[in-house]
């Protein structure tokens, strides 16, 4: 099974988000499963120097409005897994964001930036840029590389299978229908039925309608898209699309993401040594100017600030919080950056709170993993989640996720009741409503929780427990494929 994988970023080299680990995991899952994988990368300054043993595979010219394109063919140095790195210096070498510019506008050129990401898989998958190597499926991964879709269904050959994956359905990657001639694609894909919403080109459109198979990154994030509420304006063409929409759960990166061999983390530890969970503890109430005390119940946040988030909930919430719910000295840590808005709010409730609210306004991933570790509790009160990792990985740490059930947080954390807490099955709580009287009673039960010595490490022994494997994911995404191929190209009517 010849697979390639389409993706704008990819842990370690260029990470904003979940889209990052998802494929700096899921190739090498894939591998192991016995399929034969390389993803393609837009040409990112990070990307060329981290990828290794880069060699041309050919020049494409000028395309796209870069005045010289060349494909290479190099390798991921932590897990060997080959990437094809589209050299494109005048669309790709810039320092920062890979989709906006240091003061969050979006870099002017993305259509064609995008666009060209697309259709280098695309022709990856024709068999026409590289000689040695066809994929049978081409697996394209949100707005960013959704071109591909299109691309595939209006080439006149044989072409491989397509799958694309939703990992977030707010970012659909819209344009100006003006500049639709810069795309090189047939005209009659310029209609509702094609790429064309209210008025503008719709990349994640090009994906949830031309490939064979779209899935999302947890079986309820599925279902919710095809509803009013969370499809984003897309919902009628995800129910249009019928049983070709399925959910995947993403998984864990255990190399990554282990307590036991953790090399950010001050004291590593492990379900059966837990000791050392205490003095990361300790550790990061020093490092934040936190009060060091290991009964005051620590909450973390670990998260891009957007709305998605919830975490203005926090905020509505924070007097609350912080007066503890039956009197107990709770304490936050937060580490997060983007809306500005969010992030002065944060700021202004560590002098509210000193000692007791401490705020990290930076993207830093080892630091990430000291907050996950040191936590009891990892907040993620999203209003919507495709999946989210960041719960997960507190899972693996003991560090019991409070969550809204929705999407992959209602996949993966199970709600501890009198009932699961005596069956042994609770892992997290839940809030229902994203408000923030929700999160203030589901706070509420989490530190009855706490108070119970017993109670507590039965919850943090089960999640630690729990294995959300990439194996699990790389088997169904492999069954997944197969079922495409056996499906044929099934092409679009506008596809030509
Ligand atoms: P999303 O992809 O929607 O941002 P996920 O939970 O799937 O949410 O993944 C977020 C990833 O980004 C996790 O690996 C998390 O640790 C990381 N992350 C988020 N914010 C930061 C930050 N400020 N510094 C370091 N890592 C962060
Ligand atoms: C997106 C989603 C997040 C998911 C991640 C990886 O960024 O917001 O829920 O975990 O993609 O699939």
């Not at 995991?25 to 043993?53: M, N, S, T």
């Not at 990349?203 to 499809?231: D, H, W």
């Not at 897309?234 to 129910?239: A, E, K, Q, S, W």
Request: hydrophobic share 45%; proline share 6%; glycine share 10%.
């Amino acid at each position: 099974m010849k697979v390639l994988l389409a993706a704008a970023e990819v842990f370690p080299l260029v990470k904003t988000g979940g889209l990052a680990d998802v494929l700096g995991a899921l190739p090498q899952a894939l591998a192991a499963a016995g399929a034969d994988v390389r993803i393609v990368l837009p040409g990112l300054p990070a990307i060329l120097q981290g990828v290794e043993q880069l060699s041309t595979v050919c020049e494409l010219g000028a395309i796209f409005g870069a005045g010289r394109v060349t494909l290479r063919l190099g390798r991921m140095a932590h897990n060997g897994v080959s990437v094809y790195v589209i050299d494109a210096p005048y669309l790709y070498q810039r320092a920062g964001n890979p989709y906006h510019n240091a003061e969050g506008q979006e870099w002017p050129d993305n259509i064609q930036r995008f666009a060209l990401l697309g259709w280098v898989a695309a022709h990856l998958a024709a068999g026409e840029l590289d000689p040695e190597w066809k994929p049978l499926v081409l697996h394209a991964h949100d707005w960013h590389s959704a071109l591909a879709c299109a691309y595939v269904a209006s080439h006149p050959g044989p072409v491989a299978a397509t799958v694309f994956t939703v990992h977030n359905l707010a970012y659909q990657g819209l344009f100006r229908t003006e500049d639709f001639h810069l795309l090189g694609l047939p005209s009659r894909l310029m209609v509702s039925q094609g790429l064309e919403f209210h008025g503008h080109i719709s990349f994640m459109k090009a994906g949830l309608k031309f490939a064979q198979r779209v899935t999302t990154v947890s079986p309820s994030y599925a279902r919710e898209i095809a509803t009013e509420e969370f499809g984003c304006g897309l919902d009628g063409v995800i129910r249009a699309r019928g049983g070709a929409v399925c959910g995947i759960l993403n998984g864990v990166d255990s190399e990554v993401w282990n307590p036991a061999h953790d090399p950010h983390i001050p004291t590593p530890y492990s379900a059966n040594s837990l000791g050392g969970k205490a003095l990361c503890k300790a550790a990061l109430q020093r490092e934040l100017g936190l009060h060091v005390d290991a009964t005051a119940p620590l909450l973390g946040v670990v998260s891009r600030l957007t709305s998605q988030k919830g975490l203005d909930l926090v905020l509505a919430a924070l007097s609350d919080l912080m007066q503890g719910p039956g009197n107990q000295t709770v304490q936050l840590a937060v580490q997060g950056n983007g809306d500005p808005s969010l992030e002065a709010a944060f700021l202004a409730a560590v002098s509210s709170y000193p000692g007791r609210v401490a705020v990290c306004l930076r993207y830093d991933e080892a630091l990430a993993h000291r907050v996950i570790a040191a936590a009891d509790v990892m907040l993620v009160p999203s209003r919507f989640e495709p999946c989210g990792l960041t719960q997960l990985y507190a899972l693996r740490y003991g560090t019991v996720p409070l969550v809204r059930r929705v999407g992959g947080l209602a996949d993966t954390v199970v709600d501890a009741t009198p009932q699961t807490i005596q069956a042994g099955t609770a892992t997290g709580f839940m809030m229902g409503t994203a408000t923030p009287s929700s999160l203030v009673q589901a706070l509420e039960r989490t530190l009855q929780a706490y108070r119970n010595p017993a109670v507590w490490k039965k919850l943090m022994l089960q999640g630690m427990a729990q294995n959300f494997s990439w194996h699990v994911a790389a088997t169904h995404y492999l069954a997944l494929y197969e079922e495409t191929l056996k499906g044929g190209p099934g092409k679009s009517p506008l596809a030509g």
